[in-house]
């Protein structure tokens, strides 16, 4: 008979191969906890290769989840649990445990010739290496099979159940009912009848596993974690960024229409909106990078939401289009995904290093609004401020969101519908101007005295014919001009919209009001910041924290803020590139601590970096 | 999911038109911008062509939009009083097919060169034609990049000498014919900016066609190619070049004793012979809506860079299913009861996994 025992956290992470289903397994473990009513986050990691060889380290796959009884800002600094389905995986992710944690591993796995594979000369399992751990060997794969002796499957399909059984055991140990992924199985399975009956089958041994052997003597329970009172889902980034991107469509009352080319981590934002059709959503998968923004331009200059969605290389691909929607001042949603650089880099990997190409990466002085999301349902809110700025101000947006918000996910409380912003877009119907005969004419670069956005006619309104491109146009006709004074303005012009653009101000969490160090963020860095300064806090550190969702234009009482503390560090996941932009724009000594491995900050280093600079200042005001 | 989209319509159905007995004139489509195109430019005569011949379609105005890319001809929008958008380099079809694909009530235009078209946007033209977007693309060919100058282009022949090949050209010319041909285009056709008349009777076809029309014009550039198709212009000798293509007849060039005539051989190949002592069971009659592209394209071989024998008129025009359609056909069939309503967004933002939590608690960091 086992124990309950009430914790109030737990970090798991599923590692095993490509091929072994680890992803599912994480996610519907992740769907079970959030009904539950826990907080949560994940951080999937996988390669970029398909299938890589099997067995090798290459070729593990691995999701985190970290689910609590409280809120939860990280996928969580170490594993408590590692689920390794094979040497490989436990060789790749030994060194993220600490010691302690528990592991279960598959034995069956551990044959000669996997062992060598991955360079482990005896097994793990039998030369003590393991000791500071503690070890649960289970056959999974064989005792799968066995459970399934009464089907009549191959034996390969049996053993792709194994990650069911893995499933029902940790839902065993974590007391995570079971109904969700028996639903999920029917669905996915409908047409399957053998499979999913295969599947429920080895949830259950996996589930009964857990009761009856002595192996698990202890059950633990995660108390749901309090939260606003609401409706809650589970959501990654990019679904997030596409009900984001629609949901400002629908608002707006206009078609929405993706130009897109697949390039990971931003594929899944292709394949969400090409299940929206009907919501007005057209998709368009383009040639190349190039043709899928250039579709969206064309759709924009035809009144319709243009949004083209990528990455960093395809970012690169797409500036020569941005140049042009900055000219022709057309509403235009890009979305990179960043992933890590350069070239084709990391692609599966999370980084913040496409910054200064969001902000700079074009000909000409080019300025765009751009902005980021801070966590996976912040995406929702930020593709909804994309829409509406790109709308309002006729501009380019570019939104930056990264691989770790992309996959990640936690739960969101779904908003009200009058919680939604509303979308106005206003086209023109009439004459603005007169020509040098007195007849009533349209100049397409008549702008609005307050937001400076020039008037959008689209095809089909008649009387206002006119003709946009990239060559510079007169202040107001639109016309063709090479008039050097009038190139000065236009330029000064658009630059002054982009300054204008309405951004709240810089919020900044400082619940004594007296702290001297400010730790900024911005994108997905939010939820390791947040959840450093929470670990300082609790040692009776004094640090402030604030995050920049709007990086152009930034916020009015940026420098203010800036300047109003003796230290500010910044992490990035980049060589420290808004640090760079900050100094040249506030001349503040912004403290730089950056690193890029592909995946994101913990929040013990993050916190380690705190105290350093507090440790700083501390010497400073001693000395 | 399988959707009936009927048989095609014309290019511009779906456009609005006219009020019935309201007619539009060349000045109608002429617009404030002085042309500025050089002297003796082919292009003049092509714009005059455009401008006198979109009257006769009978759309409204504000419904025509022309996208062009970077190069002389792409100036082309700016003289135009209809919608348009002086684009990018090469970029003008991928745009052209946003806007069409968005837009059913539109007449869309692409005007580019053999630069823009074949070279930096050889990719989105392909592309374009394959997919057939109801799109009419007017390729003005004149052998040599002339906007910056005089380099060679991937028309110009094998020797051309021009500022960038001061020791010749060896570089191996696109027939653009044979590419559209090869990208599955599904109207293709070729004309020259001196011959109004058959201009215009091509432009009416390409704008009646549903798809991607390609519409090759070889036009002169008085100032870095002058004369590139003066042996096409003469009357005697222009004549015995040009193999005229008009459905279900031979193809023939000259006339009388002298006219000669396209057969295929018994190796299948396609030739040249005089007329008069051809055996009529060898010579080909010309069919535009042959489903099989190859006699098309075997007929666009034909022609060389010495001009010996230059097909022109409309070498394909098929009715196959448009990729512009086929997107909204799916957005439609996926909306039956028209805009999705606030509840079936608010459904959606649901999903299928939900759960409540009762009573306000301590906020969350």
Known sequence: MSTLKNIDSVVIRFAGDSGDGMQLTGDRFTSDSAVLGNDLSTLPNFPAEIRAPQGTLPGVSSFQVHFADHSVLTPGDAPDVLVAMNPAALKANLGDLPRGATIIVNTDEFTKRNLSKVGYAESPLDDGSLESWQVHPVPLTSITVEALADFDLGRKDKERAKNMFALGLLSWMYTRPLDGTRAFLATKFAKLPDILEANLAALRAGHAYGETTEAFSVQYAVAPAPMDSGTYRNITGNVATAYGLTTAAHRAGLPLVLGSYPITPASDLLHNLSKLKHFGVTTIQAEDEIAAIGSALGASFGGAIGVTTTSGPGLALKSETIGLAVSLELPLVVIDVQRGGPSTGLPTKTEQADLLQAMFGRNGESPVAVIAASSPSDCFDAAIEAVRIATTYRTPVILLTDGYLANGSQPWRLPSLDELPSVDVEFATEPNATDAKGKPVFHPYVRDEQTLARAWAVPGTPGLEHRVGGIEKADGSGEISYDPANHDTMVRLRQAKIDGIEVPDLEVDDPGGDAKLLVLGWGSTYGPIAAATRLARATGAKVARAHLRNLAPMPANLGEVLRSYDRVVLPEMNLGQLALLLRAEYLVDIQSHTAVRGLPFTAVELAAVINEHLEVLHEGSRA | MSIDLGMPASGVAGVPRLPDGDKQTKRDFTSDQEVRWCPGCGDYIILNAVQSFLPDLGLRRENIVFVSGIGCSSRFP??????????????????????????????????????????????????ALRRNVNLTILLFNNKIYGLTKGQYSPTSEIGAVTKSTPAGSVDQPFNPVSLALGAEASFVARTMDSDRTHLTEVLRAAAEHRGSSLVEIYQNCPIFNDGAFDVLKDSEDGQARILHLTDGEPIRAGEGDTARVVVRGADGNLSVVPEKGADPATVVTHDVAAADPSLAFAISRLDDPSMAHVPMGIFRNVDRPTYDDGVRAQVAAASPDGPATDAELMELLHGKDTWTVEGSMEPRA
Not at chain 2, 98 to 119: C, K
């Open chain 2, 78 to 127: 700016y003289y135009l009083d209809t919608y348009g958008m002086h684009s990018i380099h090469g970029r003008a079809p991928a745009i052209a097919t946003g806007l069409a694909t968005s837009r059913p009530d539109l007449s869309v235009w692409v005007v580019t060169g053999d630069g823009d078209a074949l070279s930096i946007g050889g990719n989105h033209l392909i592309h």
